[in-house]
């Protein structure tokens, strides 16, 4: 399988250090950053693209005609081959076997997490163990269990470095009672960068559980090895390993628990055949039972594209290069001081990098300690063409941890209060939401990070938030 010709070994053949390679990469492949002033810090959001792979899809569109892949039309020939080709690449930037492991498209991770949610067969007797550090795509899975009454089991995590407490997970798994259980779990999180290890595949499956390995937030820096760890389900993003495509993602399955799952539902494209009158349909025997309708079969073999270009960087680089950074944003922010020497930055996760990847998640502290409104840090930021990432994350397990929310403070009034933030954080009696969230990439450099803990420095040194709601700007 030939490699697309724009963007093939971007890095791989030159000598010099990986630093000096990207560094010449931010100024080549994505130049538009500096070109325009921008100072990009989120990446756990989403990767950004370099100019190859949109090149390569501009080329290859104005090259060809693709159809929809669901006949034999020569079109359709064109498109299935691009699609086909692209599961085999998957599948080789996971050194995954394609006879243990198959790739359904989807819209996004998110996609892939409901389509193992709605099909997995739990029952009464069954359990869902969870991290209580899951993107809220993964919480939603637990609406599907509690609907066909299995039990549903969050594993805490431990103040110091917010990662899941392992003997309470082992207690967790240990209680199934009959038939299998399904364990889901991020390689790292989106809220702190806490990466958890992956050697709790092989212990819940010790257990008789089915594994769901959230790598959205892993694979855009890590390499994960499919053929040394063995997860049932993997659910990616592309976006956010390479920018471009948006809507493409993956659901990465064992072909031996797909084999487990029952749909819901049928569609065109996941069938073999189908009656009206006769009230019955046959599920396609394949993975293409899980792809619903027409897959974007213009946008897929962009997934490709997107492949060849990290391969020819090398992921190992990509993960040295953000390790690196990674840890000089850390001792950056680490080393804030107000006047009086208190400390500037209240950070979330470890503080070195250990078991972590490059998401760094913190709250600004004002001269008397106070938390900033992270609403303030969203506006100053956008004010000065820095892209950063507020809130909770879609993580409200992470988020209510490093918040230290009490559980009783969560259950009744809080859901009824939660109809505005406002209100919700009246009765939590905090006085923000959530944190700062600062991710870095491929394309990141050192002058981000200077760039970025410059402007914490100079914004908020010795300012006093209003604790009225957002600070004034003349005051911060």
Not at 41 to 67: K, N, S
Not at 88 to 104: D, H, T
Not at 186 to 206: C, K, M, R, Y
Not at 209 to 233: E, I, K, M
Request: proline content about 5%; some cysteine.
């Amino acid at each position: 399988m030939s490699e697309p010709p724009a963007v093939a070994h971007a890095c791989a053949l030159d000598p010099r250090l990986p630093t000096d390679l990207l560094e010449d990469l931010r100024a080549t492949e994505y130049g538009y950053l500096d070109t325009d002033g921008h100072l990009y810090l989120d990446y756990t959001g989403a990767g950004l693209p370099a100019d190859a792979q949109l090149r390569a899809h501009a080329d290859r569109m104005r090259g060809a005609c693709f159809g929809n892949p669901h006949t034999e039309s020569p079109t359709s020939r064109a498109s299935t081959e691009l699609v086909e080709q692209t599961r085999a690449a998957v599948l080789a930037f996971f050194n995954a076997s394609p006879q243990e492991y198959a790739v359904i498209f989807t819209a996004n991770a998110t996609g892939a997490c409901r389509l193992v949610g709605e099909a997995y067969p739990f029952h009464r007797g069954s359990r869902l163990v969870l991290t209580l550090d899951n993107h809220n795509s993964v919480n939603g899975i637990r609406e599907f269990a509690r609907a066909r009454r299995a039990a549903v089991e969050y594993v805490p995590v431990e103040p110091a470095e917010l990662r899941a407490d392992e003997a309470r997970l082992r207690t967790a798994l240990a209680r199934r009672r009959r038939g299998r259980g399904l364990f889901v779990y991020p390689a790292q999180s989106n809220f702190t960068g806490v990466q958890h290890p992956l050697d709790w595949i092989e212990l819940a499956h010790e257990h008789g559980y089915d594994v769901l390995l959230d790598a959205a937030a892993y694979v855009p820096s890590n390499r994960l090895d499919l053929s040394q760890v063995h997860p049932d389900f993997v659910p990616v993003s592309w976006y956010k390993v390479f920018g471009y495509p948006t809507g493409v993602g993956c659901l990465i399955a064992r072909r031996e628990a797909l084999s487990r799952l029952t749909r819901p539902w049928f569609a065109g494209g996941t069938i073999v055949a189908a009656s009206a009158l006769g009230d019955w349909h046959v599920m396609a025997a394949d993975e293409s039972a899980f792809e619903d309708g027409t897959l974007n079969f213009l946008a897929i073999p962009d997934v490709r594209t997107g492949l060849s270009w990290i391969d020819g960087i090398g992921i190992d680089v990509v993960h040295q290069h953000v390790t690196g950074l990674t840890a000089r944003l850390l001792g950056a922010l680490g080393q804030l001081r107000h006047s009086d020497h208190t400390p500037m930055i209240r950070l979330y996760g470890p503080g070195h990098t250990d078991r972590r990847g490059g998401t760094v998640t913190f709250n600004v502290l004002d001269a008397r300690g106070a938390l900033i409104d992270e609403r303030v840090i969203a506006r100053d930021t956008a004010a000065r063409r820095i892209s950063i990432r507020t809130g909770c994350f879609c993580n409200p397990g992470a988020g209510e941890s490093a918040l230290a929310i009490a559980h009783r403070t969560l259950t009744g009034r809080a859901r009824a209060a939660a109809r505005t933030l406002d209100d919700y954080l009246g009765l939590l009696g905090l006085p923000t939401g959530g944190a700062v969230r600062a991710s870095l990439g491929v394309a990141s450099n050192g002058t981000d990070v200077e760039r970025f803990t410059a402007f914490i420095e100079e914004t908020y040194r010795d300012c006093v938030a209003d604790t009225a709601g957002l600070a004034p700007r003349e005051r911060c």
